[in-house]
Structure formats: structure tokens, C-alpha cells
């Protein structure tokens, strides 16, 4: 049963398939887990919502719209322990302006997986990945922004494979009937398209999508603000298949917010189908966000939470 877990969770989270020459059914599959926990709160949806720290994952274009000069923050990720314990994803992501035009954004993800034994001997396989993005608004309400992205899949030793990959983002808002604490927005990101993995035992495509959305934001006065998500998308690579999300978020006083959403998947999307639940705090420049998966029946989701701390200036 152990060997079994074990095999799930490479499949899912490195493409282990490539190691053991069953098809190409994806290398690095990691990023395909989004640190982006306000986001998950919401259904996992954000590519028209408004900007945080973890955009750059989301929709570069978004950050050229926040309303604050710069944010860094780091999330935490206990994943699938359902399957096994000992898998963590760790993120540092952050954005700052340059001007009232344009903005550079970095990331960091890095995930850990239990020590397995193979060969007589013991590895941890691991996987990490560099981005670096930029933004800039091309009209009043009109942005795009680019990702470049660095991978590093390990699988054991001797089965480590480099790669790079791109996103492409556009984003565009709108004031609500010239409500200027109204808005509604609309999001298209291609996200993760790159070249192939090498472990070693063949060249496997990384995991690829697209999104597209739309948001509203509207502040009922300035104690009482609600954000909703509608969202879907079309995973290119693995699997070819639909999904999609919905979400909504109540802020109270600037100060507290709580948030819900639904996340669809096909039958044979490997992420399944799931509702969120979230809550964050904000008071002055901290901000700290918690997120809980409620998965079907059976499911590698379940007891899934992520939590995530962070600096606005």
C-alpha cells in the first residue's frame, strides 16, 4: 500500500511516468499547485480578481492595477497527505511598481516529498522553480504582463531534468457606472507553455494551460467591500480537459475577510472537483490568509489547508 501512495503522489506531483517509461503523461507537474491562497479560498480562481503578492502565478498583467506600491508574502502548503505525509510546498512571491505604468514581479516555489528508497539506497525527490515577470498597462484600463520561468525537476540522483516555461497575461477593468468603487474586470492568462524534460529516459512535456475570467469589486460603503469570481479554463497538457471555478469574498472594516467558492473539474482532471472556504486578516501593512479544501468522497484533497503571511507597503 505504501509503494502504491508513493506511486500516486510522483504521478501527480513530478510525472513519475516519465521515470518509468509508461508515456508522456507530464514532468514537473508542480506547478500546477497554486500558492495563491486568497485565490484558493475562492473556488481557486484569480485571473480577473484583483492583484495580491502571489499574481505573478495568476495573472502577471494584474499587479500594475494594485492600489499599493509593493508586497511580498509566503505561503505554506501541506499537500496530499492522504497519500503520504511529508509533502510541502513552500512559495515566496512579491511585486513592486516602478511607475504608475509598469512593474516587476519574482517568485519562488519549492516543493518536498518523502524520502523513498530505490535501488538500495534512500532519495528525497524535490522540485524548485525561479520566475520573473512584467507587467505594463497599455491603455487607462488595459494591462499585459510575461512570466519567464526556470524548473528543476529530481526525481532521484540520477533522474533530474531542467526546463523553462512562459506566461502570458491580459487584463482589463472597468469603473461600474462611473463608480469609482465599482469596477468589473476581465482576465486571459496562458500559463506554463516550455520546453520538454529530460530525466534521462526521454524528453515529457510540462503541465499547460489557459484561463480566462471575469470579476467584479464593489464597496457597498467603506466598512463593507464584496469581490466575485467566475472563471474556466482548458488544461492543454496533461490530459486535455475543462475546469472551472467560481468564488466570492466579503472584506468588513478593511479589516477581516471571509471567503467561499466551487471548483470544477472533468472526470479526468486530476484535480478533481471541490469547494473552498478561506478567511484572511489585514491590519495596517500584515496580511495573513487560510484556506481549506472540501473535496468528494475519497479524494486526495482531503484535510488539504494553506496558509499564507505577507508584507504590503
Given at each position: 500500500m505504501k509503494n502504491i501512495r508513493y506511486g500516486l503522489m510522483?504521478?501527480?506531483?513530478?510525472?513519475?511516468t516519465a521515470t518509468f517509461g509508461q508515456g508522456d503523461n507530464g514532468a514537473a507537474l508542480f506547478p500546477e499547485l497554486t500558492p495563491d491562497v486568497r485565490g484558493v479560498g475562492m473556488g481557486n480562481s484569480g485571473v480577473a480578481s484583483s492583484a495580491n503578492a502571489f499574481s505573478i502565478w495568476r495573472n502577471a498583467a494584474k499587479n500594475v492595477f494594485s492600489d499599493r506600491k509593493a508586497e511580498v508574502a509566503y505561503s505554506f502548503t501541506p499537500w496530499m497527505r492522504e497519500l503520504a505525509s511529508g509533502s510541502n510546498l513552500h512559495a515566496l512571491a512579491g511585486y513592486y511598481g516602478l511607475d504608475d505604468k509598469?512593474?516587476?514581479?519574482?517568485?519562488?516555489?519549492y516543493i518536498n516529498r518523502p524520502d523513498v528508497e530505490r535501488a538500495g539506497a534512500v532519495y528525497t525527490p524535490k522540485d524548485w522553480s525561479i520566475d520573473l515577470g512584467y507587467a505594463r498597462k497599455l491603455t487607462e484600463g488595459l494591462s499585459v504582463g510575461a512570466t519567464a520561468r526556470f524548473v528543476r525537476s529530481a526525481l532521484f540522483d540520477n533522474a533530474a531534468a531542467n526546463g523553462v516555461a512562459f506566461d502570458l497575461g491580459v487584463y482589463y477593468q472597468q469603473?461600474?457606472?462611473?463608480?469609482?468603487?465599482a469596477r468589473w474586470s476581465l482576465g486571459l492568462q496562458a500559463s506554463n507553455f516550455?520546453?520538454?524534460?529530460?530525466?534521462?529516459?526521454?524528453?515529457?512535456?510540462q503541465p499547460a494551460k489557459v484561463n480566462a475570467g471575469g470579476g467584479v469589486d464593489y464597496a457597498f460603503n467603506d466598512n463593507h467591500r464584496l469581490q466575485?469570481?467566475?472563471?474556466?479554463?482548458?488544461r492543454v497538457w496533461p490530459g486535455g480537459c475543462w475546469e472551472g471555478a467560481v468564488g466570492a469574498e466579503y472584506t468588513a472594516f478593511k479589516l477581516f475577510s471571509v471567503r467561499s467558492g466551487y471548483h470544477y473539474g472533468e472526470e479526468n482532471n486530476r484535480m478533481q472537483r471541490y469547494g473552498t472556504i478561506g478567511c484572511g486578516v489585514h491590519y495596517s501593512m500584515l496580511r495573513a490568509d487560510f484556506?481549506?479544501?472540501?473535496?468528494e468522497k475519497n479524494s486526495f484533497l482531503k484535510n488539504t489547508w494553506q496558509v499564507s503571511l505577507g508584507v504590503a507597503f
Open positions: 510522483m504521478l501527480l506531483l513530478c510525472g513519475a509598469q512593474g516587476i514581479q519574482a517568485g519562488f516555489r469603473a461600474w457606472r462611473n463608480n469609482d468603487d516550455g520546453t520538454k524534460m529530460d530525466y534521462g529516459y526521454g524528453k515529457y512535456k466575485g469570481t467566475l472563471e474556466v479554463g482548458y484556506a481549506f479544501i472540501i473535496p
